[in-house]
């Protein structure tokens, strides 16, 4: 079993920015798809952004489109997700996950089997 901590969140002022990191350890994840979900207070989890094992392919979420970024480092064994433009919208507790489901990249929550403790993001108005 792989584990995932996610870090470098924050407080954070609207249309700032920040780096969430997703450390594993284990073993590596270089031949898995990996996504980041969010968790808002009182909703369901939903899906963010992913990216396939070997970083050429990525699927986003329509709400953060050309303001996030999810890239992968095999040498070090994370991924990482760059926000930029921050909204208050996007306050949630983020969650990495690794998934063994292959094509297409999956989006849903069901298809990953690994996840990080998450880590919080909160973007003032």
């Known amino acids: 079993q792989v584990q995932l901590v996610e870090s470098g969140g924050g407080l954070v002022q609207a249309g700032g920015s920040l780096r969430l990191s997703c450390a594993a350890s284990g073993s590596t994840i270089d031949r898995y798809n990996m996504g980041w979900f969010r968790q808002a207070p009182g909703k369901e989890r939903e899906f963010v952004v992913a990216i396939n094992w070997n970083g050429d392919s990525t699927v986003y979420t329509e709400a953060v489109k050309g303001r996030f970024t999810i890239s992968r480092d095999a040498a070090k064994n994370t991924v990482y997700l760059g926000m930029n433009s921050l909204k208050p919208e996007d306050t949630a507790d983020y969650y990495c996950?690794?998934?063994?489901?292959?094509?297409?990249?999956?989006?849903?929550?069901?298809?990953?089997?690994?996840w990080g403790q998450g880590t919080q993001v909160t973007v003032s108005s």
């Open positions: 996950a690794l998934s063994f489901f292959t094509i297409p990249i999956p989006t849903k929550a069901s298809l990953y089997v690994d």
